[in-house]
């Protein structure tokens, strides 16, 4: 693993202490025999911009690299000292906040968004391949999740039950639609962690997805769920998370929702959609830009 370090020339030495504690090799942009900005350096893996100060002293080169690597699809990590501001242009990009003298900490945070690239490497698909899904398969997914309404009462001594099952669909529907999903073992505040394809090489990570079904589902209770997601996103550092929702009264039921809130809604039957459609990456990254520019309004 080889990373491309952004940083400006007094900060402080813990950031290349926690990249060789972390065994992962890194160059500066200012070491390359190259010129990175304008030539492609295939051998690098990703790019960490180190963030300190209060950004008015940062070097004008560090934003720069990051667009650079954003441009090449490159992923990017951003290390900051806590409670730092960060610009509106790069506020959906991987970040952890942590004290720029705590090597410990910071070696820790390496770790796990490597492991998170060496993982997403062994499920790497072929550029070329259409993530459209075989014919057939988006009506048997629709006809699984219609499957649950049929007898909603029958549900009732058992929600558990329900909610494994429909869990299960959700997963599903992810990787019929490209995505790279994985269960929660335990009661994290999510349910599902999906790699979305081309959407989380540019949000820098994966999305938390919650797999909502009820009875009844209204605008209220999506937008409570979306703001106690939120405080999960930001506990475990994440930066966006999708909740999947079904209505057992109406399975074609869709609630727009729209929140200052990191947090995108769908129906199931939506997903089903963009899964036939092969959208959903797209989608995703459309409604991140779209966040983003009302944040910034």
């Known amino acids: 693993m080889r990373c491309l370090l952004s940083s400006s ?22 070491d390359l025999r190259t010129d990175w900005l304008t030539e492609d350096i295939t051998d690098i893996d990703f790019l960490c ?6 950004g008015r002293d940062e070097p004008p080169a560090i934003y720069l690299e990051i667009g650079v690597a954003l441009g090449r699809e490159l992923p990017v990590l951003i290390i900051a000292e806590p409670n730092r501001r960060i610009p509106l242009a790069i506020a959906g990009l991987q970040r952890v906040e942590v004290d720029l003298r705590n090597t410990e900490a910071i070696a820790h945070h390496l770790h796990s968004f490597t492991s998170a690239l060496d993982s997403r ?11 459209k899904p075989e014919k057939g398969t988006a009506a048997r997914l629709r006809a699984q999740l219609e499957a649950l309404s049929l007898e909603p009462n029958s549900w009732g001594s058992n929600p558990a039950e329900l909610g494994y099952e429909y869990q299960r669909l959700v997963h599903n529907i992810l990787s019929t639609a490209g995505a790279e999903p994985s269960s929660s073992r335990i009661d994290e505040g999510f349910d599902l962690a999906a790699w979305i394809d081309h959407a989380s090489e540019i949000l820098g990570g994966p999305i ?3 797999c ?26 994440v930066k ?4 999947v929702y079904h209505s057992l009264e109406n399975p074609h039921h869709q609630t727009p929702l729209r929140t200052p809130y990191p947090v995108w809604a769908f129906s199931a039957s939506e997903l089903i959609n963009m899964a036939e459609q092969g959208s959903l990456s797209d989608t995703i990254i459309t409604l991140r830009n779209e966040l983003m520019h009302r944040q910034g309004s």
């Open 121 to 131: 490497r062994l499920f790497k698909r072929d550029s070329s391949r259409s993530f």
């Open 240 to 243: 966006f998370g999708l909740i």
């Open 49 to 54: 911009a180190v963030l300190d100060g209060t």
């Open 9 to 30: 020339e007094h900060a402080s030495d813990a950031v290349p202490e926690a990249l060789a504690s972390a065994g992962i090799e890194f160059v500066r942009s200012k």
């Open 212 to 237: 909502k079904i009820a009875t009844r589902i209204d605008r209220k209770a999506l937008q409570v769920a979306a703001e106690k997601f939120t405080r999960t996103l930001s506990f475990r550092s």
């Open 208 to 210: 938390l997805v919650q």
